[in-house]
């Protein structure tokens, strides 16, 4: 009686098993190089074997245009940045993640400015929209364990069939896909205009600057994503994009500038006055509208550092 | 230890493969194994309880015996007391001194004095009302020479404790349970499916209906002022779910736990909701505790005897420490009241005990005029509970008051409503599945059981995953009578 009840539960035990992997099977087949929210857009990047990658954090997924780009200098171009991930080792995960995936473009251009963050140990990382990649969470490919890791998933997370999907609560979203077109190659232009009252103009974000004391470290981790990049044959350049004018802060700005100097790497700074100076180029203090973005490529056009850069 | 924590997952295999295949043959040592593990549970929610629980065994035990042990009845009397003093003694200092102090300043303060009350603020031992009311039914049927004192120490203090049942019930008897804890346990291949099924429905309730309901239900009453009448009915609607869910799923739970070691519990809920007068609901509603009120208040008070106004007088006098055996606080008092009121009419028509089978018995629906009772009976318990689920008499009131006025007549709204429709259609299937099943001890007892295996098998795989699915979408919530 006690085996048969043993073997019974087992073969119940298995029956759940087999029906919650199938489940998790027909969920991968289903958003298998599709986005679900836009954010995650590893498969969809992989697919794109582009001269130039567009770097860094949500100012770079909001401000860098990969169409302006392909049409002006008709170079095939993927924006890859990180919306909320602005540590310079994300970021550099980030490409390590698209490199294994597709052949080296020839040229990177990332997002560089006072935002970004150096890394202090191996583990450093930021959690912000967890959720939107926990779709990768379960049974990482090779290519995406490292940006698995840094997102801490546990190994429920990556172990147990619907464990992620159930947890972030992304079911509806992966059957639906009703949000996958959110940001259309991997671009987050905002097109809205400022909503002052959700967020008021003020610098509050100046504390997210790097200190004095980080901007060595920073300078040291500069040089390294460049030996990265030389040594798979890429260019690097680095450009700093517009904040609103309370934001601005010359001297820190100046010292991105000189952080890429010292380590011989060219430095576009579209910090426009003409741009930073009207509010309604802005979504908030630190993102440009679908406007303001148009500005910027309007003048970005004729920046000759990039022309003779992208040439 | 939440029953529906992965801790549990992982503690209860555990103890039932130590059970049936390690320390089957030996009694002693499956009672042993019972006892253990029971206060490894116990201390698991605060070991320094675990004291409080142990003397209060051994104050019950022991006292037990000096009554039998007594020459005169002066001497058992004084057991007896002391028994009783001190275990409700502990009950009042951790449960009910601080609202005895408060009410009495504030009596005060209405006649110009003002007093600062010395309040304790300790926290309430989980189960204290449940493992005192085991204690206090087994002294007093020792007074009353229903059963003869447990010897065995370990055998007695599994009957108190058995993990099961320790920290919300059902409230057990000593002559149902410590004759099953006494007499060896072989394994029954049904029983112990039967128990599965039961726990299943159980974390089911808990987890799908309880739980989800429980987001609403908190939203709506935390932020009441906010709220339209018709979200307020939601709301109240929404606790209504969450309640049963909770509890009935609890006592599932515990019910198909001790099913497993070989042991049937008291059953606490029989589909109170499909209850066709407030009596009938009582019946079935917290089976346990009610009866236990019957037994050891309303029939020592004179019970049905001595016509119609003792009658009044005692069922008032049984709803209004039912309702502060709940909590120390006067919400729980007037919901108590407000059922004593409720059921007033059917004890003055001599009518309390008509629905005594369950409603359509052999029948697949109900008639008109049952739909009809089984509704007015619903309401009725539904407005009762917003008193039980308020903070404070004056919210409840507020609450109430919202329900009867304009705001009522308008399109319900709450932050969250999008995400209540699947629940909605949860709660749907649930009260289906009640239904079907209301003949049997729980819902889905005997569902499927003619069923091909496949359908079967299907039926429970897609509970479980349901289950899997809610456990994260839900706020996991404590069960709701842990607090008494």
Known sequence: MIINFLKKTVSFSILIVVIITTLQILITFRIKDKTVFGHDNWDTTSNIDADIVLLGSSRCWMHLDPGFFNKKFNLKTVNIGMNGHSKINSIQLRLENYLMKNKSPKFVIFSFDPFIEPYFNKSDSNLINKDKYSRFAFMPTKENEALVEYFKFNNAEKYIPLYAIFKYKLLGDCVTLNNSNLFPEGFGMNDEVWNTTKSPVNDELKKYYFTDNEASILKKQLYNLNEFCKKKEIKLICIQTPVYKVLYDKKKFQQTISICESNNIEVIDANYEIIRNNSINFYNTNHLNKKGVNEMNKLLKNEQKLINFLK | MLFNSINFAIFLPIIFFLYWFVINKNLKLQ??????????????????????????????????????????????????????????????????????????????????????????????????????????????????????????????????????????????????????????????????????????????????????????????????????????????????????????????????????????????????????????????????????????????????????????????????????????????????????????????????????????????????????????????????????????????????????????????????????????????????????????????????????????????????????????????QQFIYFQF
């Open chain 2, 31 to 476: 009672n042993i194994l019972l006892l253990v593990s029971s206060y490894f549970f116990y201390a698991c929610w605060d070991w320094r309880f675990l004291f409080l629980l142990f003397f209060s065994t051994f104050l019950d035990y022991f006292t037990g015996i000096k009554m039998q042990e007594s020459s005169n009845q002066k001497s058992k009397q004084f057991w007896f007391w002391l028994s009783i003093i001190i275990n409700l003694g502990f009950l009042g200092v951790f449960k009910y001194y601080d609202f005895f102090a408060i009410s009495f300043a504030e009596a005060l303060s209405n006649f110009g004095i003002k007093v600062n009350p010395l309040t304790l603020n300790i926290i309430l031992p989980v189960g204290i009302s449940f493992y005192t009311f085991h204690g206090l039914s087994y002294v007093i049927d020792i007074y009353n020479e229903k059963i003869k004192p447990e010897k065995n120490f370990v055998e007695y203090a599994v009957f108190v404790s058995f993990f099961p049942l320790l920290v919300a019930g059902p409230i057990e008897r000593a002559t149902h349970l410590l004759p099953q804890i006494k007499v060896k346990r072989e394994f029954n291949y049904s029983k112990v499916v039967d128990g599965m099924r039961q726990i299943l429905w159980g974390l089911f309730k808990k987890i799908v209906i309880a739980d989800s309901c429980a987001n609403f239900a908190n939203e709506i009453f935390k932020n009441q002022h906010d709220y339209s009448g018709s979200t307020l009915i939601l709301g109240a609607l929404f606790f209504s779910f969450q309640i049963y869910g909770d509890f009935s799923g609890y006592s599932d739970i515990a019910l198909g736990t001790a099913r497993l070691f070989g042991i049937d519990l008291l059953k606490n809920f029989a589909f109170p909701y499909f209850s066709r007068d407030i009596a009938e609901f009582w019946r079935r509603w917290h089976i346990s505790l009610s009866s236990w009120f019957k037994d050891y208040l309303y029939v020592p008070l004179g019970g049905s005897e001595g016509g119609t106004l003792k009658r009044i007088r005692n069922t008032f006098i049984i709803f209004i420490v039912s309702g502060f055996w709940h909590g120390a606080n006067w919400t729980f008092i007037i919901w108590g009241l407000l059922n004593a009121f409720y059921i007033l009419p059917l004890i003055i028509c001599k009518k309390n005990r008509t629905n005594l089978d369950i409603v359509a018995k052999g029948k697949k629906l109900p008639s008109l005029q049952e739909i009809f009772s089984i509704l007015i009976t619903f309401i009725l318990t539904v407005f009762a509970w917003i008193f039980f689920r308020s903070e404070s008499v004056g919210l409840a009131m507020d609450y109430i008051f919202e329900i009867f006025s304009i705001s009522t007549f308008t399109i319900p709204y709450f932050s969250g409503i999008g995400t209540s429709l699947p629940v909605i259609f949860f709660v749907l299937l649930f009260f289906t599945i009640e239904w079907i099943g209301r003949e049997n001890e729980f819902a889905i007892q005997k569902i499927g059981l003619q069923w091909k295996r496949v359908f079967r098998w299907g039926f429970y795989s897609f509970l479980v995953i349901t289950i899997y699915y809610f456990s994260f979408n839900s706020s996991n």
